[in-house]
């Protein structure tokens, strides 16, 4: 065994693991390279570089699992860590489950999904300090009112997975990804409100400009100013897009194998059955080109897919790995995801709400009073029995039209009624993340102030 | 002494001399700067995770390596290694000072070991050094304790957390200091199921402690019962209600409302740069004189504490508000140089892949005179909150929420019925303003806390005696 980064020190180290006793082993290398400069107010104020590499070894003993990892590759280093696995697998309970997935079920050819950008890793610090600086002074144009920052930057990750099985499955991929941010901080002489902006994508090409970004961010910060609370009352609530992001990876919590499996979701129980409004159609699919989401083979080695969610209201699948799929009786939907050590979770691919008919103006304009959400603070979310309750801020809608800042108050629900209450589903969709949606339009929520 | 104690984990192990870190502190400052500094890390994090009554998985993750900081002005460069060897750090040390480019002429005085001021917690085999079958026992006797409370307890998840982590830092200003940080957290989750209606109650506990804690002050039987009783409570829970009310907060984790309602507004890093919504307030009155808030990283083996910060600075026992009155901000090393003030010993990272940042260790409110029992009875109609989950603040505006787990109802001075979990809202520099009872039974946190900040997790404690606070705002769904 040569403890050199690539497929052959992967797959021999499942090998090893089994020589020395494990009746199934997973090898799991992992390299970086990351980038990160952080600028405020027209000046450098940190610049980051580093480069890591970590292995993650995972042994089965019959039906019992441990996992260790290292970012030491000396062969003694290794070598100790393959001996302590198998030692602390002997400890644990044998569970029928727990296990690599069939070998019928792993990748064997992997697509190219264009999920790396050559550009990024050659793109010089002049020139990615330069976009963070780009996209804070747009923001700094707008107004005056824009009179400081907490922070931004450009950031970037190259990194290289390489997955190795005692069953068979060796596969690598080489990912790339890079994000540009500004946090402006605007103030009307009587206090201060602070929004961000960002894009995040696999590419530099896709990546909107500097000036786009850092005009956005202003736009969300300056209407924040003057924001007042509103009365306790039960309204229509919007979520602009971001936020109805949010909403979904509560959704994604509620369909995740490993929720579901615990009995520990809203939505145990329901495949078939209607669980939201018609409007409602989510898809989580790893393969779409050049997306954040992307990648040929998921944590376990199975191929990623596409796997239709809810469909017109009705829940159709849940995301699962090997061992919740053999929990529930179901086949893997190819979502496993790891670290470097436990036993896999899961993980969405790119999760998308499907983009409906309206825009974001007619949407508003549907709602007589109401809330438009722009952010929500707090982890009152229960995805156990759905209850809701966040901390909420955004724009009052009287009659059709966007009023004044609201901040200071609360919205609550449960998620089956606001998942069932889904009256729009806006047209207005961008891929900055792996978890998508559009605007989105609950039809009653309980706002507290 | 512990600071030698760990210089020689490192220079035993790794074969580094006092001259190879002057010559590394050289390297980093060679195109100029004001300061540079290493940290060196080495830890082995263990868990062991229980559920449906097996063990499912157990792990163990060792991870080495330097961080190299150089510093100009306000202006920082950072490189790190998962190498420790003298010519991967200086390749580190070199791109870190890529930040100094235009920089003159520093030179680091040469190290030597500084004495320690704390030995906060003496453990002499910490819980990572244990037996895996004792520390396996422990947590299936929470999983026992907390299913023989009630048959409806349909799951329960417990996890032991430990880890050992060895530190160094030396820096330019002639500092060499060590240290070895034992933390260990037990962690318990149950799911209670009556035909249908799900809820769920979490306890734990910890510290920087040895195993003997798990068998004496907290017991995973204790963790166990406690999760299960919330779970329980919670099966009869009535709608929270909606709007501003008194609430009441009980002792302890409840204290998670001054972490986020002042503790990071009060970080100095938000301040210098005028961005808190606490900026330039020293002085003045931010808190009913009842409140008296410290952050103190020096208590005897809770989990927020540490004998130095990763800067290398003794940590200390800060007063940030004292009788309502703002005192001071918590401090690193950059922020108490750019703003002028003394270092509180503050600096703190996830690892050594981070740089370091003004963070809170332990951060409590002290005991006023009131009995829990007589500011409980004062309340006509309000909320009584004992456990919560997460909090978060938006330290520009001051807004934070924080949402309670368990609460119950107090009409006419007593406590009724318990309502769902719902989030509380209120604004940093109001909310505490608006505390009309301070409690005489001072409580701090188990020992579980995580905080979250830009992107790095490190371990802190909160404390809390009963307050009553009027205005805040109760999300439920009851109107």
């Known amino acids: ?449 | 002494m512990t600071d030698n104690k760990g210089i020689g984990f490192f220079s035993e192990r790794y074969g580094l001399t006092e001259r190879d870190i002057d010559r590394l502190l050289a390297a980093a400052l060679e195109k100029g700067g004001d300061f540079a500094d290493l940290y060196f890390e080495y830890r082995i994090s263990n868990s062991i995770s229980l559920e449906e009554q097996m063990i499912k998985s157990v792990t163990k993750s060792r991870s080495q390596g330097v961080g190299v900081r150089v510093i100009i002005g306000d202006k920082t460069g950072y490189a790190y290694t998962d190498l420790i060897a003298f010519d991967s750090i200086v390749a580190a040390a070199r791109t870190a000072a890529h930040i100094a480019r235009n920089g003159g002429l520093t030179t680091a005085a040469g190290v030597s070991v500084s004495p320690s001021s704390h030995d906060l917690y003496p453990v002499e085999i910490p819980v990572s050094a244990e037996d895996l079958d004792r520390k396996i026992e422990l947590v299936m006797e929470s999983d026992r304790a907390a299913r023989a409370y009630d048959r409806r307890i349909r799951e329960v998840q417990s996890t032991m957390a430990d880890e050992i982590k060895h530190v160094m830092i030396a820096s330019s200003d002639g500092k060499l200091v060590g240290d070895v940080q034992p933390l260990a957290r037990l962690g318990v989750m149950c799911i209670a199921d009556d035909d249908g209606n799900l809820q769920i109650g979490r306890s734990g506990g910890g510290g920087r402690i040895g195993i003997d804690f798990f068998e004496g002050q907290l017991k995973p039987s204790e963790c166990g019962i406690e999760a299960a009783c919330q779970a329980i409570g919670q099966l009869d829970a009535i709608d929270a209600p909606a709007g501003k009310m008194e609430v009441v907060l009980g002792p302890g984790w409840p204290g998670i409302l001054l972490h986020e309602a002042v503790g990071h507004g009060l970080e100095a890093d938000f301040n210098r740069k005028g961005t808190s919504a606490f900026s330039g307030l020293i002085g003045e009155r931010v808190a009913s004189e009842l409140c008296t808030v410290v952050d103190d990283g020096t208590i005897p083996n809770r989990r927020g504490s540490l004998n130095i910060d990763d800067e290398g600075e003794a940590t200390t026992c800060t007063v940030l508000i004292e009788n309502g009155v703002l005192r001071a901000y918590l401090n690193d090393n950059l922020n108490s140089r750019l703003m002028k003030s003394p270092r509180t010993g503050n600096g703190r990272r996830q690892s050594y892949k981070f740089l370091p940042l003004p963070r809170m260790t332990n951060t409590f409110m002290l005991s006023g005179s009131d009995s829990s029992e007589d500011i409980i009875r004062s309340v006509k109609r309000g909320l009584y909150a004992v456990q919560f989950g997460g909090g978060q603040v938006d330290i520009t505006s001051g807004e934070f929420a924080f949402s309670a787990s368990e609460a119950f109802l107090i009409e006419d001075g007593k406590i009724t019925v318990p309502v769902k979990g719902a989030t509380l809202r209120g604004n940093g520099p109001e909310s505490l303003k608006n505390v009309t009872a301070v409690g005489n039974d001072l409580q701090l946190d188990k020992g579980v806390g995580v905080c979250g900040k830009d992107g790095q997790n490190v371990p802190v404690g909160v404390g809390l005696p009963t307050i009553k606070i009027s205005g805040m705002t109760v999300g439920g769904t009851k109107l």
């Not at chain 1, 990892?69 to 000396?74: A, H, I, K, N």
């Not at chain 1, 992307?294 to 990623?304: A, H, M, N, Q």
């Not at chain 1, 709602?367 to 959400?373: A, D, N, Q």
């Open chain 1, 1 to 449: 065994m040569n403890p050199l980064f690539g497929k052959q020190f992967a797959v021999d180290l499942a090998r090893e693991a089994v020589i020395r006793g494990a009746s199934a082993a997973e090898a799991l290398l992992r390299h970086r390279v990351e980038f990160s400069v952080s600028v405020r107010l027209g000046e450098v104020e940190t610049l980051k570089e580093s480069t890591d590499q970590a292995f993650g070894l995972r042994v089965l003993l019959d039906g019992k699992q441990a996992s260790v990892s290292g970012s030491d590759f000396s062969i003694e280093a290794v070598e100790s860590l393959i001996t302590e696995v198998i030692d602390m697998a002997r400890a644990t309970s044998a569970d029928d489950s727990a296990g690599l997935p069939d070998p019928s079920e792993m990748a064997t050819s992997f697509a190219d999904l264009d999920i790396y950008d050559p550009e990024i890793a050659e793109l010089p610090t002049e020139q990615k300090i330069n976009l963070a600086l780009r996209a804070e002074q747009a923001a700094r144009e707008v107004s005056p009112k824009i009179v400081n920052f907490d922070g931004g930057g450009f950031d970037s990750r190259v990194g290289t997975m390489v997955l190795a099985n005692s069953q068979g499955f060796v596969g690598e991929y080489r990912g790339s990804s890079c994000t540009i941010a500004t946090v402006p901080v605007a103030s009307d002489g009587d206090r201060m409100q602070r929004d961000y902006w960002f894009d995040s994508r696999r590419k530099l090409r896709d990546m909107d400009s500097p000036e786009k970004i850092g005009a956005e961010a202003a736009r969300r910060t300056l209407r924040k100013l003057g924001a007042s609370a509103v009365g306790n009352q039960n309204v229509p609530v919007i979520f602009e897009p971001n936020v109805a992001s949010e909403l979904l990876e509560d959704i994604f919590q509620a369909v995740s194998g490993e929720s579901v499996f615990r009995k520990a979701s809203f939505l145990v129980g329901q495949l078939g059955e209607r669980v939201a409004s018609r409007c409602l159609n989510i898809v989580d699919d790893g393969t779409r080109p050049a997306l954040l989401g992307s990648r040929p083979f998921d944590s376990e080695g199975l191929p990623t897919r596409r796997t239709v969610v809810i469909n017109e209201g009705v829940l159709e699948s849940y995301l699962l790995n090997t061992y919740t799929a053999r929990k529930l009786g179901l086949r893997s939907t190819g979502n496993a995801s790891r670290g470097l050590v436990g036993a896999p979770g899961v993980g969405a691919g790119n999760l998308i709400l499907m983009p409906g008919s309206h825009s974001p103006e007619q949407i508003i304009s549907s709602v007589k009073s109401g809330l438009y959400v722009t952010e929500l603070i707090g982890f009152g979310v229960n995805v156990v029995n759905g209850d809701y309750s966040r901390s909420a801020s955004g724009t009052w809608i009287e009659n059709g039209e966007l009023t004044f800042p609201v901040q200071g108050v609360t919205i609550a629900g449960n998620l089956k009624e606001m998942l069932n209450a889904i009256e729009m589903v806006g047209n207005d969709i961008e891929f900055r993340g792996s978890i998508t949606a559009p605007t989105v339009l609950i039809g009653r929520m309980t706002i507290s102030a």
